[in-house]
């Protein structure tokens, strides 16, 4: 067995050099569970004290968006039970430059966290059928904030001279 070989990095995949496997950059940190406030807001629904139009207003951009990077979900939407919900995971991020603000798919996601400061991400579920929408989880991936730029620096170093 040659040691040498079985010990490269993959390329492509700037490590930190305090993590070298990068997980810590994938591991998630100040994760929030909106699971109580969606209960309540249903139940609002079901009451009365919220309408329709006011829970089920997903725009155009969300619901593309759910068709794109969704993730389909084993969870009849609450609202129409026409359809599983799908979940969308947005970024948000200086150091994202101008894939802030963008959905994206879990790949996505982990390429980004291996070379960027810590971002959040927002896990909203979505109704392609009624438009329910509702933030479920964020949380926080990525490198210690200040660290993003120079990893990326050094990973362009090492493909051009690799
Ligand atoms: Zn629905």
Redesign the pocket.
Known sequence: MDQADSRSLPSGRPPGPQDPTGRDALRRRRVVDFALRRRDVLAQLREGRLSLREVCDADVYLLRAAGFHGVPTETA?P??R??NLAEVSWIFGDDLGSASGSARGADEIQQLALAHDAFTVHVVEV?R??S?NFLVESYEVGLPEGTGRRTRRAARALRHRG
């Open positions: 939407c609202v129409c026409k359809e109704c059928s009624c329910w």
